[in-house]
């Protein structure tokens, strides 16, 4: 191989080598930024390995281009010759990409046993009569029964003032006031890898809980809601819909039972609202907006169930099928062993990533006919 040669070789396995090294450094940044206070001693073992990995290339490459160019001794003794930092590069990457990957996935197992230790331990403590844990215990576990929501019902209910009631409502929901999530996957209405479709973390008595949340705000907000107090309601609406999982029985109870009583109470405070100093005018528009969409919208997004085809079985979780288009309907149970079929939707377009995966789930399927989907 000619000197010019070589030396091109060696500017791009140089080049290889620094963006190797740069890419891993910027990776191991941002991982030790999300597992900073939980990466196990192998995680950061493991991501040691994966830096020294990624300097490795670069200096075997500095070291080969010293041998052929500027050291005394023959380069023909050299293993691979200008190849060799080539494939030390290839097997340098490949091993600090596992390495990476590995220290993730020990990290994100040491997560998932002590979350469930300390649901375990939670559960323990309800169960052993610790009642003011109740609601944490729903808040905290997908798989929640409805045993489980009966014991943090019958707390909420017990507390003596609409103070008291909001501090377990709101665990519920998150610092903006939205409410908090499951995907599907850990609810059990999907198999794992379900996880772009979000369902409130409550499961059961959805009916009494949304009328008991925004019957608990009016109460505390008597007098003249805060702009903080108006920024909570308004993503509390939007996020109290049939298409983010709330079944039909609590939209239409939020409709007939708390948005008329709702409106009439913001319909008389508005002047006064509006010019209160800092209050966003908008806050209050968005509000009403919601409401009119829940009034006269209550199903936007959400297919009719269709016939069902035939008697389902005791574990089936819901009805699948494929509209015209090819997109996938979904009516799923509010959990996979009680509520309704349709108490969760879900629609998956050809494009979505779940979708190849549902129908290899379901089976060949012919638009236009319905199937129950058994539990995962």
Request: with cysteine; aromatic share 8%; proline share 7%.
């Amino acid at each position: 191989m000619s000197a010019v040669v070589a030396g091109v070789c060696l500017l791009v396995e140089l080049g290889l080598g620094v963006a190797l090294l740069v890419g891993t450094f910027f990776t191991l940044a941002f991982s030790s930024e999300s597992y900073r206070h939980s990466a196990t001693p192998l995680h950061q073992a493991l991501n040691g390995l994966a830096f020294v990995l990624a300097v490795l290339p670069l200096l075997l490459t500095l070291w080969v281009g010293w041998r052929r160019f500027l050291s005394d001794r023959p380069f023909d003794s050299v293993p691979l010759g200008m190849g060799l930092p080539m494939v030390a590069l290839v097997a340098c990457a490949v091993t600090a990409a596992l390495s990476i990957m590995g220290g993730e996935w020990s990290t994100s197992r040491h997560r998932a046993r002590q979350e469930q230790e300390a649901r375990l331990a939670l559960r323990a403590a309800v169960e052993g009569g610790a009642v003011d844990k109740a609601c944490d215990l729903v808040a905290a576990d997908p798989r929640a029964s409805a045993e489980d929501m009966r014991r943090c019902r019958a707390f909420i209910e017990s507390r003596p003032n609409a103070e008291a009631r909001w501090t377990q409502l709101t665990k519920f929901a998150d610092e903006r006031g939205g409410f908090n999530t499951w995907h599907l996957g850990q609810t059990g209405l999907a198999p794992d890898w379900e996880w772009g479709k979000a369902v409130p973390v409550i499961r059961h008595d959805q009916e009494w809980f949304l009328r008991t949340f925004y019957e608990t705000w009016l109460a505390r907000t008597q007098d003249l809601p805060t702009l903080d107090d108006l920024g909570r309601l308004q993503l509390a609406l939007q996020t109290s819909t049939r298409y983010l999982g709330w079944d039909a029985r609590a939209v239409e109870t939020l409709r007939t039972q708390v948005l008329p009583t709702l409106s009439a109470r913001l319909d008389a405070q508005d002047a006064r609202l509006r010019a209160l100093p800092g209050m966003d005018p908008w806050v209050l528009d968005a509000i009403r907006d919601r409401m009119q969409s829940l009034l006269t919208r209550p199903d936007e997004g959400v297919e009719p169930l269709p016939p069902l085809p035939g008697t389902p079985s005791p574990g089936d979780i819901g009805v699948a099928r494929l509209d015209d288009t090819g997109a996938l309907d979904l009516w799923l149970r509010a959990t996979p062993t009680s509520g309704d079929f349709g108490d969760v939707y879900v629609r998956r377009a050809s494009y979505d990533s779940e979708y190849e995966k549902w129908l290899k789930y379901l089976g060949p399927l012919r638009p236009g006919e319905p199937r129950f989907i058994p539990a995962p």
